[in-house]
């Protein structure tokens, strides 16, 4: 037994030897797409690109790739930090350099970014339109207790785009970000803690976004047990992470801002950024220290100015471009030096013809050298298996004068039948002969998935999102390459984070159906409809295949509904008023609203409560029930007896106070997010207190009014539209039905038009036509003058039952700001008031001009303007003019009533 043993030994002994020198080509594997992986030779270093914040400044990064793609130069691993991980994450999904290069520089970022998107308006039905145009600060309110906002925005824009470009991208990963076409990692703070949070998995949108949730500007993300923050808090520039990674030599691309200037220091927020920023610099000073390479480009953009990124993308380019050779030649370094550590003398090498022409030729020329080493050999192996060998491997066997030797390779197999699943459906969209095209072609892993990605990439510009590549394998022995598509169907849409709101709720906003091709435009359009509900602070959308099911999954983060919205204007006409709406807009979950109101101050006011449902079930069908009770006191004005034929004015004569108290139901429809035609049935009952107004005495009424009516409005913002329209149609009768004892009826339209030219002028026109019968009281008359209405007249100076007003306004958008944004107006307008239905004449009409200087301020509108009335007399021929006085206004503020 004992000489067994030394036999086995002695065996084992040879055979160790002769393993240590065995000149073979080793890989290690790195993930591809499709269930493929990439073969590296062990020896080549592991090569990260490190992506830094710096907002807008990070469009360099673009640049910067790009030159290192020239340059032959890959990752085995991207590690991205705040922009930098919006730019990683895209990347490695597939996009292409040129497609990133157009996504950022066509994209409106200002909208994405902006507090206030400039869409936001357009995107909400009317009813939501009026509640927010009066509102200068909104609350949540957890029962009756006020929710601090923990920043300024949600970021829902934000989110919206990386949920498109995310399910857009070619490749959608499984299981975690390795099967990505390059590993990627996205690095967060988790606030909670204050340590940096490295996401390899999961919906990616949400990992970019989270990176990216810049302190105070945009919310954190909660994601498991973590809330998530800007990586930069933690790892400006992770280079550090990219180590721990397990990366050998690490490219950072460094596009965060410098600290501030001096000058910059006297304003106080730039100040508080400047506090935060000093600590900062000290770790990403650490962290450049460690990396290999540091690219950075000559930029003198803020990270918030995000016009010319065309130009910051070409400064990438040429600064990485500078120093891609000095890369290069390290990563080889470090490739041959690995090689070099195991390397042996190859004099005594005796080779004859193997039979390999290929393999015989890089052999011979190698023995030809002085100095012929087993590293370069083997990196000449590895060379061969690029393009035409899975494995070389020669085994040295030592002889008494030479080296002998055993040589064994297999060569990479030549697909020779493609099988496609779901054939019709591919030849339908027109891709069938490029799926099958790579037949004859050998099975080279990177070349298969290069040839599938652009096929995917293809789809995705004809909006087929979600037909994707499930799997690729080769059957070697057949040598049959499988390529499993997926229908691009959506097997099942998944609801998650809704603890209060019915789900019904939600997927009834969501355009995207089951078992129908998905289409981008429809998840678009979904994100806008959820987020306009009100009852979300985020939504993410992500596309997940799980158990051989297509999987569309919505997941959403609740907001506290209750809300108290609070508003205040002050006037020449008026003075201060107040308003507050305090309201709950998911009551028990069904998404309808309820709350109650207040506007006024001591002229006027209205109270009010309130319940209404924007849709019902899964109709756009709307209905609104209100209790209210409002009081008004309005002058009442006449000629002056100083006119004269050439000058006039108006002078208060009385006023009177209208009190109402009623209860209204309205039921309509939604046209899309534009208007609504609805049908309303009102009950009141008025009191009017004249003050000395002719004709007029002390009454009560009460009224049973039936109403129709369209009103639409597509303005994009309030009060300074720059397009979009605004219309209200109706027509109302008061019946002596239903309780009713006064009858009346009037009909009213008004339209206004915006349309803006050269960025900075803006057109708007605007009719008002209305009449009513001889029985319409006093206080339900129409009105004109006013700042709004007609130059020349104060609010409410003339009544009629019969009104015709046309006005058409220029303003100029100031290309500076005199602290905000400010605008030029010059309004004209035409028309005139009668007191009965008459004929109208041309030579009867008043005519009003004016001007305004306008600010948009943090409060609302901020309008001074001054006008003028005057009316044209065919019977004075040398001075044909009456003028009116010239009249001051001003008005800060929402109108509230």
């Not at 995310?166 to 909670?192: G, S, W």
């Not at 046309?806 to 290309?815: I, V």
């Not at 065919?874 to 503020?893: A, E, H, Q, R, V």
């Amino acid at each position: 037994m004992r000489n067994v043993f030394k036999i086995w030994i002695f065996f084992f002994a040879i055979e160790l030897s002769f393993a240590q020198n065995i000149i073979k080509t080793e890989f290690r594997e790195n993930s591809l797409p499709f269930g493929l992986t990439k073969k590296i030779p062990v020896e080549k270093p592991k090569v990260a690109f490190v992506l830094s914040g710096g907002g807008a400044r990070g469009a360099a990064q673009i640049g910067a790739l790009k030159a290192l793609l020239e340059a032959g130069i890959l990752p085995d691993l991207i590690v991205g930090t705040s922009f930098g991980s919006i730019v990683g994450g895209l990347f490695a999904s597939g996009y292409t350099i040129e497609q990133l290069d157009s996504i950022i520089t066509n994209t409106n970022w200002e909208d994405i970014v902006s507090v206030t998107p400039r869409n936001r308006r357009t995107n909400l039905f009317v009813e939501q339109k009026i509640t927010e145009d009066r509102s200068v600060l909104t609350l949540q309110l957890d029962g009756l207790k006020p929710v601090i906002p923990t920043s300024v925005s949600t970021g829902q824009n934000l989110i919206n785009f990386l949920n498109q470009l995310v399910i857009q991208a070619p490749l959608h990963p499984k299981r975690n970000f390795d099967e990505l076409l390059f590993p990627f990692r996205a690095v967060c703070t988790d606030l909670l803690t204050g340590k940096p949070v490295i996401i390899s998995d999961g919906d990616l949108s949400e990992a970019m976004r989270a990176s990216s949730s810049v302190s105070f500007l945009l919310s954190p993300i909660p994601r498991d047990t973590f809330l998530l923050a800007d990586g930069g808090l933690v790892a400006n520039i992770p280079v550090r992470i990219a180590k721990r990674l397990g990366a050998d030599i690490v490219i950072a691309i460094n596009t965060t801002s410098p600290l501030r200037t001096q000058e910059e220091l006297k304003l106080p927020w730039y100040l508080a950024d400047q506090v935060v920023s000093i600590p900062l610099k000290t770790i990403d000073e650490l962290d450049l220290q460690e990396a290999d390479f540091v690219i950075t480009p000559e930029i003198i953009h803020s990270a918030t100015d995000f016009s010319g990124l065309d130009s910051l993308i070409i400064k990438g380019y040429e600064k990485a471009k500078e120093i891609a050779p000095v890369i290069r030649k390290k990563i080889e370094i470090g490739y041959l030096n690995n090689l070099n550590a195991k390397s042996i003398d190859l004099k005594k090498l005796k080779y004859e013809h193997s039979g390999n022409n290929q393999i015989d030729l890089a052999i011979l020329n190698l023995l030809k050298i002085d100095q012929p080493s087993s590293s370069a050999l083997l990196k000449e192996f590895y060379n061969l298996c690029v393009r035409d060998y899975s494995f070389i491997e020669m085994r040295l066997i030592e002889e008494k004068d030479y080296v002998s030797y055993k040589l064994r390779w297999k060569e990479k197999p030549v697909i020779k039948e493609v099988f496609v699943n779901n054939a019709a459906s591919l030849m339908k969209m027109g891709i069938y002969q490029d799926v099958i095209s790579i037949k004859g072609r050998k099975f080279i892993e990177e070349n298969v998935t290069d040839h599938y990605l652009n096929i995917l990439r293809k789809l995705r510009n004809q909006k087929l999102s979600l037909v994707s590549i499930d799997k690729i394998e080769f059957d070697e022995k057949n040598s049959v390459l499988s390529v499993l598509f997926t229908t691009g169907e959506v097997d099942s849409i998944i609801i998650l984070g809704n603890t209060k709101t019915n789900v019904d709720i939600i997927n009834r906003e969501i355009l995207v159906k089951p078992n129908q091709v998905f289409e981008i435009d429809d998840l678009k359009q979904s994100l806008i409809n959820l987020e306009s509900t009100n009852l979300f602070e985020n939504i993410f959308a992500y596309y997940r295949q799980e158990r051989d099911k297509e999987n569309l999954f919505f997941k959403v983060k609740e907001k506290n509904t209750g809300l108290a919205r609070f508003g205040l204007r002050t006037d020449n006409e008026r003075n201060v008023q107040f308003a507050i709406d305090i309201r709950d807009e998911n009551f028990s979950g069904t998404g309808t609203e309820i709350g109650g109101q207040f506007f006024g101050g001591l002229r006027n006011h209205f109270i009010g409560l309130e319940h209404r449902s924007n849709r019902i079930f899964n109709t756009y069908l709307n209905y609104k029930i209100n209790l209210y009770y409002s009081f008004i006191n309005r002058y009442y004005y006449g000629d002056s007896p100083y006119n004269t034929d050439t000058r006039w004015e108006r002078f208060q004569v009385g006023s009177y106070d209208l009190r109402k108290t009623g209860i209204s139901l309205a039921i309509g429809s939604q046209v899309e997010k534009l208007g609504m035609v609805f049908f309303e049935n009102r009950y009141e009952l008025a009191r009017f207190s004249p003050d000395k107004i002719p004709n007029e005495t002390k009454n009560d009424y009460t009224f049973s009014v039936v109403k129709i009516s369209s009103l639409f409005d597509s303005r994009d913002k309030y009060p300074f539209p720059t397009e979009g329209i605004f219309m209200n149609l109706f027509f109302e009768a008061a019946l002596k039905t239903f309780g009713g004892k006064t009858s009346f009826s009037r009909i009213y339209f008004e339209y206004e038009s915006n349309s803006t030219y050269f960025s900075r002028h803006r057109i708007t026109s605007r009719v008002v036509f209305g009449f009513g019968d001889e029985s319409l009281p006093v206080f339900e008359q129409f009105r004109l003058g006013g700042q709004n209405s007609f130059f020349g007249f104060r609010d409410d100076d003339l009544l009629g039952r019969q009104i015709l007003v046309t006005s058409l306004e220029y303003q100029f958008f100031f290309p500076f700001k005199i602290f905000f944004d400010t605008y030029f107006k010059l309004r004209y307008d035409l028309g005139g008031i009668w007191k009965n239905a008459v004929s109208i004449k041309f030579n009867e009409l008043r005519h009003g001009l004016g001007v305004t200087l306008a600010f948009d301020t943090p409060i609302g509108p901020a309008d001074f303007s001054i006008g003028r009335s005057f009316y044209i007399r065919n019977d004075l021929l040398k001075k044909p003019l009456s003028l009116g006085p010239y009249m001051f206004y001003f008005s800060i503020g929402y109108p509230l009533i």
